[in-house]
């Protein structure tokens, strides 16, 4: 069985930062590609970023892009999301998450392992 455990969440001012970090166990972390999600009061969970299994490819949603790096630690079984310039509108519940396969993935349906999600709030 799959355990993902995020942490790294809290309150910060908009324009700061914050890093988000997920440990992965239970199934060999690096043949999956891994993502971050989030979802916010009212909203439906979307995409964040994501990343391939070797970390040598990326992909963002176009309200994170140039903000926010996602990173990951085969040796450690950790993918983190780096958070600059936070805006009010990051305000979330965010969610690591693991693919069914190596490839690009951005929709939910594509990852089968979920994390229990950590609370992320940016104040104006």
């Known amino acids: 069985q799959v355990q993902l455990v995020e942490s790294g969440g809290g309150l910060v001012q908009s324009g700061g930062s914050l890093r988000l970090s997920c440990a992965a166990s239970?199934?060999?972390?690096?043949?999956?590609?891994m993502g971050w999600f989030r979802q916010a009061p009212g909203q439906e969970r979307e995409f964040v970023a994501g990343i391939s299994r070797s970390g040598g490819s990326t992909w963002y949603a176009d309200s994170v892009k140039g903000r926010f790096t996602i990173s990951t630690d085969n040796a450690k079984n950790t993918v983190a999301l780096q958070m600059n310039s936070l805006k009010p509108e990051d305000t979330a519940v965010y969610y690591c998450a693991q693919a069914r396969g190596s490839g690009y993935s951005r929709y939910q349906y594509e990852y089968n392992y979920w994390g229990q999600g950590t609370q992320v709030t940016v104040s104006s």
């Open positions: 239970g199934r060999t972390f690096s043949y999956y590609t």
